[in-house]
């Protein structure tokens, strides 16, 4: 993939940092993946098949899952699983694959572009798309470079956007739980009403509808792509009326969560 250039990186809709719920599983589905996909541990344990073969989940697990492969995963309820996930594309024909997994030990720069990459799709940032193609450019590099074991610099920034943004991510990895906007406020050392204009400013919502729309994305996910029934999908982000979810649901999505499944 090194000689790919950025434009040949053809991007997905199915990418996030995430808290996976304590009732979380990836079940195996009859059909094997269908594109790449970027997957990486932040936090939590776990266990991993990938075509039959077992790894154990740990912060720095990263895989890069390949068109056919078979998934499968389970966690720790009590350690749950921080990840972040990438699917992507290529239009041009491929060389040298990155190996399929293994384990980042300088874990900063590494987590620092996943990071940035969820978060370009946050607000309508500018050019996006080509900075998110060259972002997977950079971290397939990475990839390869620790295959070859070789140090990676370090960046990092801490501006008002970012703080909003982190609150955002925050917000997306943790779908299932009902945010106070002071707490939220809070965690960006902001006070309430400051951080809700910021927020919308930044964003392009507030942050009620930020987090129901949030919870309404994961929901299609687990609906999708994990194997989880309903009911399931609704104890898990914290819905205790089912009929409520499904309301909820059809109002963002125009569909029913059994049509989705």
Same mark, same amino acid.
């Given at each position: 993939m090194l000689e790919l250039s950025p434009s040949s990186f053809v991007l997905l809709s199915s990418f996030a940092k995430i808290s996976c719920e304590p009732g979380w599983k990836w079940q195996k589905r !009859?059909?094997? +993946?269908?594109?790449?996909?970027?997957?990486?541990?932040?936090?939590? !344990?776990?266990? +991993?098949?990938l075509n039959g073969k077992p790894y154990k989940l740990g912060k720095g697990s990263c895989f890069l899952f390949r068109p056919g492969d078979h998934t499968s995963a389970t966690h720790n309820p009590q350690k749950p699983l921080v990840l972040t996930y990438i699917h992507?594309?290529?239009?041009?024909?491929?060389g040298h694959v990155p190996e399929p997994y293994r384990e980042i030990e300088d874990t900063f720069d590494f987590e620092h572009m996943l990071a940035k990459y969820v978060r370009l799709f946050l607000v309508r940032t500018y050019a996006a798309e080509i900075e998110a193609q060259l972002i997977l450019k950079q971290l397939i590099i990475h990839l390869l470079r620790y295959e070859r074991k070789e140090p990676v610099e370090r960046k990092a920034s801490n501006q008002l956007t970012e703080s909003i943004r982190e609150v955002a991510n925050y917000i997306q990895q943790h779908p299932g739980i009902v945010h106070r906007v002071d707490d939220l406020g809070k965690r960006a050392g902001l006070s309430s009403r400051y951080f809700s204009i910021k927020f919308k400013e930044l964003i392009g919502m507030s942050v009620q509808t930020y987090m129901i729309r949030t919870r309404i994305e994961r929901a299609q996910h687990l609906l999708m792509h994990?194997?989880?029934?309903?009911t399931e999908v609704a104890d898990a982000l914290g819905y205790r009326d089912i009929f409520f979810f499904s309301r909820q649901f059809k109002q963002y999505t125009g569909k029913s969560p059994s049509e989705i499944r």
């Open positions: !009859e059909k094997p +993946l269908a594109n790449y996909d970027i997957f990486y541990v932040w936090s939590g !344990e776990g266990e +991993l098949f992507f594309d290529v239009s041009e024909k491929v994990a194997g989880m029934n309903v």
